[in-house]
């Protein structure tokens, strides 16, 4: 059994402390709470699970039954009215289906005319209502029985017997579609009406960008080839993208670290398809606790060989020798900062002694497996890539000075490129991104995947055609140097991703030095995780339009 607030990150223990009190007289025959054995998800997501003390025995109702006699000190009771003031609920699992409940109530007194101070109450019953399909439970439900609270409002020490019900009722839904009710939780009409509007947003945003797009091949594209087969000379020489094409494929600075980026935004996106492909499946459902981050490593240590096939592959086309570098850092440029920032978040949560600390155990686990398994195959991943590495289509150079590029407009200028390229993208998916922050940090169930991917790949289908736009305009004004730039553009979205949640935070009722770290923290590596993704994406997108359009100039 656990216990969360609405609004907090950090846990608080006193429902567990009530159930798992020895000293209390109970009727339940195991008088101790016992710690259950966590998986590495679990243990990533700061759960500690013990058994409870409520004994609900399959198709045995239970009346009033009583839990334990506690009695609670004046320090007790204040940290009972502190959890019941933001909104604290518990959380168990019976037969691995997750319930909750409130564990108080604030009764505001603030409209009556003596002006008193708002009233605790602490809930001292729980009543379960199970529901049951022959010998298999389908649904379950705890309420905490507003009839039944003591006043805490004082600073009073209190004795206080805690008390359960279990009814069981018979069923028809079959056992497969037991989950279905955590389904309907997230298709409630407000949440549908949500969900629309951010698909309809999405739709208008492409059709008008491949509307744009559409236009500029059929004005300005089309008339550049016709002009450039016409014979004439002089009109050939206004042609700005044609005359930058012997330094169109000039290698771009820092070549190792630009491959790095590219392995590393090829794994994560991996990484991100395979998970879709998981929940689509059935193996990785939201109610299986800590799965989500089960998979996450072990998904992300064996998409290493990506990172190092892309990264090396790339490299070894305009070099022969040097291509170990872009793999050690595509091995380092996601993984070396997420590290740094869970080390630090590790060091804050144990000084705060939370279950969020990740135990010595855990942590030399994920050395091992790291350096067992994943430096291995990113070294594996590297050699493939540079003994079996494409071939580079184009002529290129590595002449380290170009042409000298003329003035240009400020859309065609780097920061005006990142602006749009990442404001348009971003300004389609922000009402899913709302949802899914207040998914992860509000501790809902996420249930519908399909939404989700849907989402994802508009986020992908704008980033790649806005490339494919702002490519064109920067080679229009003679401007060659499109590799850095073009990564820069699609990453600029985990910018934006990254300054809403400093909104999201804002309007958020989350507090304190741990809370607020923790969630900037993993904030930002969520978003720099899209930066390299997406980033990916937009380079090997102008990749390929840069190749069709000065291919058709030399075929023509």
Known sequence: MKCHSASQVSTLASTETVASNKNGRTHNPFDKVLPKKESLGEVLNGDRLTNSLYMLKFKLDNTDAALCQKKI??????????????????????????????????????????????????????????????????????FSDPNSAVDITDDVDLDITFTYSVFWNETSTPFKSRMNRYLRASLLPVHQKIHWFSCVNSVVIIVLLFGLLAFLFMQNLRNDLRRNTGGDEEENKEIGWKCIQNDIFRCPLSMPLFCAALGTGAQLLTLVLVLFALAFTG?????????????????YTLTSAVAGYTSASFYSQFAKTGWERSVFLAGTLFFGPFIFIAFTLNLVAAYFGTTAALPFGTIFVLVIVHMVIGIPLLALGGLR?????????????????????????????????????????????????????????????????????????????VTAVLSILLTYFQLTVEDPDWWWRSFLRGGSVGIFMFLYSFYFYSKSSMSGFMQTVFYFGYSASMCYAFFLMLGTVSFYTSLTFVRRIYHAVKSE
Not at 111 to 132: C, E, R, V
Not at 405 to 416: A, D, E, K, L, M
Not at 425 to 436: G, K, R, Y
Request: overall charge neutral; charged content about 15%; some cysteine.
């Open 385 to 461: 890539g540079c003994n079996f590495r494409p071939e580079f289509q184009e002529s290129h150079t590595n002449r380290k000075f170009s042409r000298e590029v003329p003035p240009s407009t400020w859309y065609c200028r780097i920061p005006g490129q990142m602006f749009i390229a990442g404001l348009l993208p971003f300004s389609a998916i922000v009402m899913e991104l709302h949802q899914l922050y207040a998914s992860i940090w509000g501790y809902k169930i996420f249930t519908l995947p399909g939404i989700l991917f849907i989402t994802f790949m508009i986020l992908v289908l």
């Open 73 to 142: 000190n004046q320090n007790d009771i204040a940290k009972f009215r502190n959890a019941i003031a933001m909104d604290y609920y518990f959380q168990m699992y019976y037969d691995d289906l997750p319930l909750w409940g409130f564990i108080g109530k604030v009764e505001d007194n603030s409209w009556s005319m003596d002006g008193k101070a708002p009233t605790y109450f602490l809930f001292k019953h729980i009543q379960f209502n199970a529901l049951h399909n022959n010998n298999q439970i389908i649904e379950i439900h705890a």
């Open 283 to 299: 193996i990785l459902y939201p109610q299986s606790r800590g799965a989500l981050s089960t998979s996450i490593i072990i998904v």
